[in-house]
């Protein structure tokens, strides 16, 4: 503004005709003049404000690390600037400082959950993997990011499942059966990942195998109970109303009616009382006495007089080593019950003329083992896994005739688990079959 009108009080002698030429001359020194004096302020001020930007351009590449210093003088916009930015940065740390903090606890969370979680990104490419889905599905831990989901784990039911979330951002819960988690059933629940679908979903299996096994073994326990229920409930109906029809007066018959009648009556009371004691121990009920120690032998001879009698009936011989005493902890009346329902069967599915022989010993480690070996019809290796099972009965047409209910195997399974042992069965068909118990020692 000042240079404007000196300019022209320079120039003005010269604004004559035929001196325009100087003049443009003196016009042009004093534009350079002006020009040079601009630049030189440009520097300066440029200098002035190159340190403290470069300073905040240090400070913010470095966040959330605050080790280089906000200028504090300067331009009063710097210095502005400057106190924003470090409030900024305490806040910037505060968040990092709270996800360092959470990161690792959910990590470790889920590490530990039973529960299989994968995360998925929108291209179902996997972002997270724990411990337990990894496992489930025998994938190498840990999982790298990145990988597809069919690269993790080749389940078409888990990949539809995802997709759906993706694709409408709403939760999905299915349930089940995945083939190469060994088959076992799952209840799955996917959620997305954020409020956009485009973030990724997650999902969460919980292992349901026992309880579906639970509920299908329920159903056939029902169907079993009804089917071994009708078969004697008919037979005892159909004798009753031929007695009431005539029966009676048919004095070559009624007494045989009769007997049917009871034989029935008899299963349907076995079958009951089976289903009490295993009523009984399902129900996980506290004993009404704390264990005992049992002397062994004297138990084996309580079951032997018990079932003396159906032996002496089929001519079968029963041998017991009185050797070594063993004794073991637990409850006596189910320790009786489980050899009763052994020497049982030992006994009726003999041969006539059979044997049946007993033994108590103690091995390593102070255990006791006690077996019940038979030389009758033997078990099928293939029926071998499932005797243990309710009602399960290699020889239904058999087993009938006899009182079989298919309840006594499951029953001393239960007695000798509950009291910490374990059983074993060895058999060839037709030569028989030898049950071991085993037993640590009181």
Request: net charge negative.
């Amino acid at each position: 503004m000042i240079s404007l009108p000196v300019s022209v009080l320079w120039v003005q002698d010269e604004l004559k005709p035929g001196a325009l030429g100087l003049a443009a001359l003196k016009l042009a020194i004093v534009l350079a003049l002006l020009s040079a004096v601009a630049a030189l302020l440009e520097q300066r001020q440029i200098r002035r404000w190159a340190a403290p930007v470069r300073r905040l351009e240090d400070f913010v590449a470095a966040l959330p690390a605050t080790e280089i210093e906000l200028p504090e003088d300067g331009p009063v916009e710097i210095q502005k600037l400057s106190r924003s930015m470090r409030a900024l940065s305490q806040r910037i740390r505060r968040v990092v400082e709270r996800a360092n903090l959470e990161s690792p606890r959910r990590e470790a969370i889920l590490a530990c959950m039973a529960e299989g979680v994968l995360a998925v990104d929108e291209q179902l490419k996997v972002s997270f993997c724990n411990h337990a889905f990894a496992e489930a599905f025998s994938a190498r831990t840990p999982v790298p990011e990145g990988r597809t989901l069919f690269e993790v784990v080749r389940e078409p039911a888990l990949r539809d499942i995802l997709e759906r979330v993706l694709r409408t951002g709403a939760p999905e819960k299915d349930r089940f059966q995945l083939p190469t988690a060994g088959s076992r059933w799952f209840e799955a629940r996917a959620l997305p990942l954020g409020s956009e679908p485009s973030h990724g979903a997650v999902i969460v299996l919980h292992d349901i195998t026992d309880i579906q096994n639970q509920e299908q073994v329920r159903k056939d326990f029902v169907a079993d109970v009804s089917h071994e229920l009708r078969t004697p409930l008919a037979a005892i109906r159909g004798y009753a109303e031929t007695l009431l029809d005539g029966g009676l007066e048919d004095r070559e018959n009624n007494r045989k009616f009769v007997e049917i009648i009871l034989s029935h009556s008899i299963r349907l009371a076995n079958i009951a009382s089976d289903l009490l004691v295993l009523s009984e121990l399902d129900s996980n009920m506290p004993p009404a006495a704390e264990p005992e120690t049992i002397p062994v032998l004297s138990i084996i001879e309580s079951a032997i007089h018990s079932v003396s009698k159906a032996a002496e009936a089929r001519g079968v011989t029963i041998h017991y080593d009185t050797s070594e005493e063993c004794y073991v902890r637990g409850f006596r009346f189910r320790m009786e019950q489980a050899m009763v329902n052994l020497l049982d069967n030992a006994v009726k599915f003999n041969r006539p003329g059979g044997e049946v022989k007993i033994s108590c010993s103690t091995i390593e480690a102070g255990r006791v083992r006690v077996t019940v070996a038979d030389t009758g019809i033997g078990i099928p290796s293939g029926d071998v896994k499932r005797i243990f099972e309710r009602f399960y009965r290699v020889d239904k047409a058999r087993s009938r005739p006899v009182g079989g209910t298919g309840l006594g195997l499951p029953i001393v399974k239960e007695v000798v688990e509950r009291m910490g042992g374990a059983i074993s069965v060895e058999s060839v068909l037709g030569q028989g079959s030898k049950f071991t118990l085993t037993f640590e020692g009181a």
